[in-house]
């Protein structure tokens, strides 16, 4: 593989547009700051159910969440399972766009597959804060 060049899967599965253009800059934007250029993430948008049943299986947990991210191996960093739906009930709940929640939930998906977790409080503040220094030197 050539530098800075990832591999990024991105598979809509809602009747929603969105723009893989942006989501491929911002993946490839976090990669390369945390020094994963030669990386590959899968991103999958889907709905609501989709997402509650993987929360389910996987975490145990019956409800619904916005993002969850599954870590990999080798050079395989992982799997983002965005509900998309969820994104949109966000974004008008915290006055946001449909594309900066969006932005804003795979950027907390990506810091997942990194290795940092939101189980504390305090943990949940550092994550944020990450978040915080990412979109200050992202332009979107």
Not at 26 to 37: A, E, H, V
């Amino acid at each position: 593989m050539s530098d800075h060049m990832n591999i990024i899967g991105i598979n809509n599965r809602t009747l929603q547009k969105i723009d893989p253009v942006l989501i491929r800059r911002l993946t490839n934007t976090f990669l390369k700051s945390y020094r994963l250029d030669e990386k590959e993430v899968s991103i999958a948008l889907v709905g609501d159910k989709t997402v509650k049943k993987l929360n389910k299986i996987y975490l145990g947990v019956n409800r619904l969440t916005d993002v969850l991210a599954f870590g990999g191996d080798k050079n395989f960093l992982g799997e983002i399972i965005i509900a998309y739906p969820q994104i949109i009930r966000q974004a008008r709940r915290y006055k946001n766009t449909a594309k900066g929640e969006l932005a804003f939930i795979l950027v907390h998906g990506l810091l997942h597959l990194v290795g940092y977790d939101d189980k504390t409080k305090r943990a949940k503040q550092k994550m944020e804060k990450l978040s915080e220094k990412f979109f200050r030197s992202f332009k979107f």
